[in-house]
């Protein structure tokens, strides 16, 4: 048991944790775009947040592991932070394991930027200023694919020449798997059971759909890239090979210019106006009739997603739904939940309102598989992770 | 009522069938590729199948006229033909009705031959040879997505920007529309009702699976191009964006080649060596390793797309199966129908066992949702098109 920081680099926000023996002891969390902003969180206290300026996003990491510094130097046993943890969301084979972050492997990832421009840049980043400030931490990834390396070649390859997907790396390598991680690790404690079949929905600004079979992911919906599966934020996940081709043909797209598109122009921004699943759920509870359209056609997704999930497990004890959009609103879980009906799933609507950032069930005593609201903890999945890493590594 | 000849041309066969009052008199398929060959069926007797030299291939249009005429003049009423409908199979709002055939009609399919390039040039030619053999014979286009047109805005939208999409015309179109139509046109002569809620699994050389709400299209498979959706022989559908897009820039193909590497290269043939399903059948019937996993991924993928299917119904009446794979194989039903039993759906392996080429249920009693073996009937399908169009022409 030591003290790790733990780090999670995104495009438009940037979380840290610092744990300590095993409990998070404070976090800091970066939003830029609108309501740009830093909310750090003490202890069990409340999060504070203020208002940020651009260049306090840029110092971060400075300010996070001085503050860090800061704090475990005036515990009752002052300790200094012995180890950090950045997660790493990166199509490749090579990425999918978690593992100590060596020159070697910054080399492969910045290799990969292009493929990933929304994911990649921020991470290398992230990376450098860790290093470089701190060039003696020892500093881990923990891949956001490594749970899904159980996947089987059913689910692993696509119907491609096998050599070529092999000189070229290109599998279904799925995403979110932190988050699908943490939700295994403690479904038990919440809810009892550890289900044989299990299915979890991760909705917040990147959404997925995982079928899990004792405890390991058996297929996801995303695959090479994090971009496809669902319908997102600014992602149209659901776009089939002979549109895509047809819009590069017509747009004059290459294919970076197309991946970037895709991860950026698509999804419910250009279904409804906005990216933001909250502007979503105020216009449908307004009545509006576009916001009402998209939400339909994002909950049928994510309804089709746990279908094909019941097949491939055969059968189904457990849908968690999990991450911002679902711990949060009642709305959208009633939306996705009462489209299950033809799977022996039912709603509680009582317990669902109940139900709003805790965690719980929230399907009928009737109801052939149960569903479940539980929060991600993506964070706390990449402590253990570093955790491990450190041990095997000491 | 009068005389109709049907064609339907494809890259590796062409169909052709004779009309008269109703009820089809003759009918002609050329083969070619692995046995070549054309096969003549009159009247009610079993077809008659000799090799094809691939000169006889290209004179098949006049050669069916020719025998077509000589059926009618022979008749005890002599008549001559006044009819002919071809199959069109084109992406485009344009090709989404029936309709007559008309100099602008060509030159807009002409247009769209880099886009679906298995399937457009063949018609095109096809249309070309009629029409200089017979410029006075009236030719009409039976659409195979005019039957999805019903799809809402939900179903037919891309989550891409609505101006670029309306401009270049990207829209999920779908395809075998002829073919489930002419099951919802029989389903009632076969099984007794006319189901709200059917889904039609049409499993062939293409494969599809559509939902059916009240005998109108209300999702498919298929989307922009026929290569969406499930894995086919050639046809890799379940490809996503992102993997494309890093084939695209490895491989350094442009979008017309992607999209013929897609439908040539992928699917059946990249996991098992083999395009056709027939191979892939023997290979399981023989305990073929890579056979066995190949078949138990096609069938998933059929499997996946039902549940999805039940899910946008709200539940499901009956699923028919047809066209030539499904119609033939009571291994390929066993296999898909059995991975079916979390939607409530359980096969009775004896009847499934004694319908071969035969139409009738092969679910149990207790099966909430019927299973129906269908033959497929685009050929008849194509014949009321054309009487009814020529019956609105005047």
Chains 1, 2 share one sequence.
């Not at 290093?131 to 899904?148: G, K, M, N, T, Y």
């Not at 359209?293 to 997704?301: C, K």
Request: some cysteine.
């Amino acid at each position: 048991m030591g003290t790790t920081l733990v780090v999670n680099p995104g495009s438009s926000s940037k979380k840290y944790a610092l744990y300590k023996d095993g409990q998070p002891v404070s976090s800091w969390r970066y939003e830029r775009g609108i309501g740009t902003q830093l909310c750090v969180q003490t202890g069990g206290s409340a999060a504070v947040c203020e208002p940020l300026t651009e260049a306090a996003f840029a110092t971060a990491t400075e300010d996070v592991l001085a503050a860090a510094d800061e704090i475990l130097k005036n515990d009752a046993v002052p300790t200094k932070l012995d180890t950090a943890v950045i997660r790493v969301v990166a199509p490749g084979t090579e990425f999918q394991t978690h593992q100590k972050i060596t020159g070697v492997f910054v080399r492969l990832l910045r290799a990969q930027e292009t493929v990933a421009p929304l994911h990649i840049p921020s991470v290398t980043k992230e990376i450098d200023s860790l290093q470089s400030i701190r060039p003696e931490l020892p500093l881990f990834a923990a891949s956001d694919s490594a749970f899904h390396a159980t996947m089987s070649d059913h689910t692993r390859l696509y119907s491609i020449d096998a050599s070529i997907a092999k000189e070229h790396d290109i599998y279904r390598f799925g995403y979110h798997g932190l988050s699908v991680a943490s939700i295994v690790r403690r479904v038990h404690s919440v809810t009892g059971v550890d289900p044989k079949r299990m299915i979890v929905a991760h909705i917040g600004s990147g959404c997925s759909v995982t079928a899990v079979k004792d405890g390991q992911s058996v297929d996801t919906t995303m695959g090479f890239a994090p971009g496809s599966g669902l319908l997102m934020g600014s992602r149209g996940g659901d776009i089939d090979a002979g549109a895509l081709l047809e819009l590069m043909r017509v747009l004059h797209l290459t294919p970076t210019e197309a991946q970037m598109y895709l991860q950026t122009q698509t999804g419910l921004l250009a279904l409804f106006g906005e990216s933001d699943l909250r502007s979503l759920l105020d216009g449908y509870a307004n009545d509006d009739r576009n916001a009402k359209a998209a939400l339909y056609r994002f909950t049928l997704g994510i309804q089709h997603a746990i279908a094909r999930s019941v097949i491939t497990l055969g059968g189904c004890e457990m849908i968690v739904l999990t991450a911002t959009a679902m711990e949060r609103s009642p709305t959208l879980r009633e939306l996705v939940v009462s489209g299950l009906s033809p799977l022996g799933v039912a709603i509680n609507p009582d317990r669902n309102d109940a139900l709003i950032g805790k965690e719980g069930v929230i399907s009928t005593r009737g109801s052939e598989c149960k569903v479940v609201v539980m929060r991600t903890d993506e964070m706390g999945e990449m402590y253990h992770v570093g955790q491990r890493l450190r041990a095997s590594a000491g």
